[in-house]
């Protein structure tokens, strides 16, 4: 019997918890909207047990904001508490590219060039959404092979807070990101840990002087 493990309660939570928190980013639940989980559970075909466990970690994460006994509702996007977030989880790239460097092998560096050439892709053609599915994919691969869970789990909690701005402001800085993104490769392809750490800094502070141009 050990092959029998109580895992669906988990599996509907954390698809409930992808689900709302993607309609959240892309702005198909708005700033302010208010959530019920009878409503987003049917919707979802879940009982709302998984809904209102998936509300409750959105709470943690900043993206629903709940008054016991009266409503739960999407956060409003707040600048400041963004560039902060944005602070937190470009230090944490910044800390897994250094470690990552010194142990990717010619594959990995291959995945981050076909993730930015996806990225390239999305962003001269306006797709935003494939913007930044291309441009996590690329960074994870240097989230992965550091294998700092710490930083992963940081980078993951915190990134949905950002890119909900940057869906708003997609522009000129992130079409300058692929470019930035190639010299992160090419540093990463010669094993350079500086020039990679650096790379990434500037990429980060790229996007923190984006959001500053938008207040």
């Known amino acids: 019997?050990?092959?029998?493990?109580?895992?669906?309660?988990?599996?509907?939570?954390?698809?409930?918890?992808?689900?709302?928190?993607?309609?959240i980013v892309a702005g198909e639940l708005e700033p302010g909207a208010v959530v019920r989980d009878a409503e987003l559970a049917e919707r979802l075909g879940l009982s709302r047990a998984p809904v209102r466990q998936a509300f409750s970690r959105l709470v943690d994460e900043g993206l629903l904001e709940s008054k016991p006994q009266s409503y739960t509702r999407v956060t409003p996007l707040v600048?400041?508490?963004?560039?902060?977030?944005?602070?937190?989880?470009?230090?944490?790239?910044?800390?897994?590219?250094?470690?990552?460097?010194?142990?990717?092998?010619?594959?990995?560096?291959?995945?981050?060039?076909?993730?930015?050439?996806?990225?390239?892709?999305?962003v001269g053609s306006g797709d935003v959404d494939g913007a930044l599915r291309a441009d996590d994919e690329l960074h994870d691969v240097l989230v992965r092979v550091a294998g700092n869970q710490a930083a992963a789990a940081t980078i993951a909690r915190y990134t949905p807070l950002i890119r909900r701005l940057e869906r708003r402001r997609f522009g000129e800085s992130t079409c300058r990101s692929a470019g930035l993104h190639e010299q992160l490769i090419d540093a990463c392809a010669h094993g350079s840990v500086d020039e990679a750490v650096r790379a990434t800094a500037e990429i980060w502070r790229t996007l923190a002087d984006d959001l500053a141009d938008g207040d």
């Open 1 to 23: 019997m050990e092959a029998i493990r109580p895992v669906e309660r988990t599996l509907l939570r954390d698809r409930a918890y992808a689900s709302i928190r993607d309609a």
């Open 79 to 122: 600048t400041a508490e963004v560039r902060d977030a944005a602070a937190v989880v470009g230090s944490m790239h910044e800390l897994a590219t250094r470690v990552a460097v010194s142990r990717l092998f010619a594959a990995d560096v291959q995945a981050m060039r076909a993730a930015n050439e996806r990225f390239a892709a999305a």
